[in-house]
Nanobody
Framework: QVQLVESGGRLVQAGGSLRLSCAASGDTFSIVLMGWFRQAPGKDREFVGSISWKAGGVYLSDSLKSRFTISKDATEDTGYLSMNTLTPEDTAVYYC????????????WGQGTQVTVSS
């Protein structure tokens, strides 16, 4: 079992920056990937990117990689999604999730944190 707790979502003005945190606990040794997703009202859930928990390799979607990046703490089981030059189109609930086995399924999810970007 892995528990994920997100934090950092808030109201921010367009052009601003924000860093979201995802703190993992429980069987963190089993984490393979930590992924980030977002979902706006009336829209499908969108994959943002992921990080390899052991090696730290990062993948971001082509549409977001110029403004967003993913990282993790060097000593703690915490992942981060850093977002720059935010626009109202980035308004969504942001989720972190982890894979823990060979299937690559994101089995464990955080509760989500609201990011609202005002114009």
């Amino acid at each position: 079992q892995v528990q994920l707790v997100e934090s950092g979502g808030r109201l921010v003005q367009a052009g601003g920056s924000l860093r979201l945190s995802c703190a993992a606990s429980g069987d963190t040794f089993s984490i393979v990937l930590m992924g980030w997703f977002r979902q706006a009202p009336g829209k499908d859930r969108e994959f943002v990117g992921s990080i390899s928990w052991k090696a730290g390799g990062v993948y971001l979607s082509d549409s977001l990689k110029s403004r967003f990046t993913i990282s993790k703490d060097a000593t703690e089981d915490t992942g981060y999604l850093s977002m720059n030059t935010l626009t109202p189109e980035d308004t969504a609930v942001y989720y972190c999730a982890v894979t823990t086995d060979y299937t690559g399924t994101y089995r464990y999810w955080g509760q989500g944190t609201q990011v609202t970007v005002s114009s």
